[in-house]
């Protein structure tokens, strides 16, 4: 009964390189959520995607960062030529298809470090 | 901005019942309210949400004020593994986005 599995849990890389963050969520959930929390900040939304679709992407910054979640796979939250204020916990959620107040699920996140 | 005011922290004795408060004197008639914690290092936990009505499941109860403006969370036995950062959230049943506030630091003492 596996969960919202985040990978890596831990990624470093050098300021200019590229980070990708995958999500692989709740089996049968078909929507993916993606939080950031900053160091010593609460977490904030970026992104929420159904299969093959960004829904709302209100909370991702305007540049350098991008995510999908394609009909096969995992979620993928990209962020390209990294900075070292990309240094953050950066979380994945999902929930279930069907209506109503579904709750979302977290994952236990991938730490990005920046160096 | 969330919609919702927690008292920042609050420390329970191992065993006994913890009582958190929320205020969202806000909240629309559409708007649920959710629970969540967030342990060290963990992701967020979903622990409960109501609308109305008072909840319970097995590791929590929600209590919601007639006019919607308040609620408790209750852990009813705190053990040490309850030791955590606690949001209470309001949402649409539609919505999508969790806007987390501060949280209650809840520290579980023996």
């Known amino acids: 009964n596996a969960g919202v599995m985040q990978n890596p849990r831990h990624l470093v890389r050098r300021r200019g390189q590229e980070a990708r963050l995958r999500c692989s969520p709740v089996?049968?959930?078909?929507?993916v959520y993606w939080y950031r929390q900053l160091p010593e900040e609460g977490l904030k939304f970026m992104v929420y995607?159904?299969?093959?679709?960004?829904?709302?992407e209100s909370g991702m910054p305007k540049e350098r960062f991008s995510a999908e979640f394609p009909k096969e796979g995992p979620s993928i939250l990209r962020i390209q030529q990294v900075v070292r204020g990309d240094s953050a916990a950066y979380f994945c959620?999902?929930?279930?298809?069907?209506?109503?107040?579904?709750?979302?699920?977290f994952g236990d996140g991938t730490r990005l470090s920046i160096l | 901005d969330a919609k919702t005011t927690q008292p920042p922290s609050m420390d329970c004795a191992e065993g006994r019942a913890a009582n958190l408060p929320c205020n969202h004197s806000t909240i629309s008639g559409n708007e649920y309210v959710y629970w969540y914690r967030q342990i060290h290092s963990q992701g967020p936990q979903y622990i409960i949400h109501g609308l109305k009505n008072n909840e319970t499941n097995e590791m929590a109860s929600l209590i919601i004020t007639e006019d919607r403006k308040s609620s408790t969370l209750i852990l009813p036995h705190a053990t040490l593994r309850d030791t955590a950062v606690y949001y209470c959230?309001?949402?649409?049943?539609?919505?999508?986005?969790?806007?987390f506030g501060g949280g209650t630091r809840v520290l579980v003492k023996p």
């Open positions: 089996k049968g959930h078909s929507h």
């Open positions: 995607l159904q299969k093959e679709n960004i829904i709302d």
């Open positions: 959230i309001v949402m649409e049943a539609a919505g999508n986005k969790l806007t």
């Open positions: 959620a999902s929930s279930p298809s069907t209506g109503g107040p579904q709750p979302q699920h």
